[in-house]
């Protein structure tokens, strides 16, 4: 929480939303918007239909200059897409889906040393919950252990979400999922989580599709000190 007061850099690059249409139901929908690793905004909402929902989210996005839009195109998504690109038109504001069950991205890459994304992850909503995971992990080995990481590899929420207690909530919610004779990541699918009574996660789904953009990928600090000094008045690195 707050990291972007303490690190330099983390709120540096174009906004991008992450949309949650909701699978119907009782599900919420929910957008969560960042700039950069800095979540600044986020919201979810249980009434209205599918086109109540997309308007709604077309008009935070509009009002917020946002760059990309990543909505979940499973289920509903094929209706979402076309209220989306409607509504858009020339506006310079790319729309981009996200299956959560679908191939990993950039499969050929290596996760770690010797270690490809299409290996280590089972699909790609496993790839981008564990990619959140590392940017908490790396965020906190930054303020609190004083490591030197690029902040475009670091997250921040601001502290004055007013969602902030149900997304901290929602991000411990989704439990890793064991499968004999494999060591892939997964994490319980939502029908799994249902199955178990475990509410749907959709800010947390939200906040993860945001970092699967691609349109706004954030320019890299250069001239980084090997190890940054934190100054917390300034809020600035002493290099």
């Known amino acids: 929480v707050d990291a972007h007061k303490k690190i330099e850099g983390i709120d540096r690059g174009a906004s991008v939303m992450g949309f949650d249409p909701a699978d119907g139901g009782a599900d ?3 957008v969560v918007l960042r700039r950069g690793g800095l979540i600044y905004s986020a919201d979810s909402w249980n009434d209205g239909d599918v086109d109540d929902a997309i308007n709604r989210s077309f008009g935070i996005a509009y009002d917020n200059n946002v760059a990309e839009i990543v909505y979940d195109s499973v289920g509903i998504g094929a209706a979402v897409k076309v209220g989306l690109s409607q509504r858009i038109s020339n506006r310079p504001i790319k729309v981009t889906g996200f299956s959560g ?14 270690v490809l994304n299409e290996n ?6 496993a790839q981008y919950a564990w ?6 992990e790396k965020t906190y080995r930054a303020v609190v252990k004083n490591e030197y990481i690029n902040p475009v590899e670091l997250i921040s929420l601001d502290s004055q979400l007013p969602s902030l207690t149900r997304i901290k909530a929602e991000l411990v919610r989704v439990p890793r999922k064991w499968v004999s004779g494999s060591d892939m990541v997964q994490i319980m699918s939502k029908p799994e989580m249902r199955k178990n009574k475990i509410k749907s996660p959709n800010l947390f789904d939200a906040l993860k599709m945001s970092f ?3 349109a706004a990928r954030p320019q890299s600090i250069t001239a980084a000190p090997s190890r940054p000094i934190i100054n917390k008045r300034a809020n600035a690195f002493r290099r």
């Open 212 to 214: 699967a953009a691609g």
């Open 131 to 136: 990619l959140l995971r590392d940017r908490f």
């Open 28 to 30: 919420d929908k929910a």
């Open 101 to 114: 069950g679908s191939n990993t991205d950039n499969p050929d890459q290596e996760y770690m040393s010797g």
């Open 120 to 125: 280590y992850f089972k699909n790609k909503r």
